[in-house]
Nanobody
Framework: QVQLVESGGGLVQAGGSLRLSCAASGRTFSSYAMGWFRQAPGKEREFVAGISGGGGRTDYADSVKGRFTISRGNAKNAVYLQMNMLKPEDTADYYC?????????????????????WGQGTQVTVSS
């Protein structure tokens, strides 16, 4: 059974940093793209960042470029999101996801329908 578990969320002041982690189990996802999405209260879920299966390609939402960095663990079954210079508008539930297709070896999907497995989410609150 595939399971994704996020951690690292919390409350932080604007300008601060958080590092989110996502551990995948049940299968090996080293060849598959992994991504982070977020959903703020009353808003649609949106793409934040993604990384290809090989780790050679990353993609970011314009709103987080230059502030967030996605990376994979050595065993590639983990993905991290380093979030710096956080803003109140970054407040949301953050979700880890896996693109269960071979496309993800080299391509990073930015639509949530391109990802098959999802974690339960971790809450990030940025105070002003």
């Amino acid at each position: 059974q595939v399971q994704l578990v996020e951690s690292g969320g919390g409350l932080v002041q604007a300008g601060g940093s958080l590092r989110l982690s996502c551990a995948a189990s049940g299968r090996t996802f080293s060849s598959y793209a992994m991504g982070w999405f977020r959903q703020a209260p009353g808003k649609e879920r949106e793409f934040v960042a993604g990384i290809s299966g090989g780790g050679g390609r990353t993609d970011y939402a314009d709103s987080v470029k230059g502030r967030f960095t996605i990376s994979r663990g050595n065993a590639k079954n983990a993905v991290y999101l380093q979030m710096n210079m956080l803003k109140p508008e970054d407040t949301a539930d953050y979700y880890c996801a896996v693109d269960d297709s071979f496309r993800g070896l080299t391509v990073v999907g930015t639509l949530d329908r391109e990802y098959e497995y999802w974690g339960q989410g971790t809450q990030v609150t940025v105070s002003s």
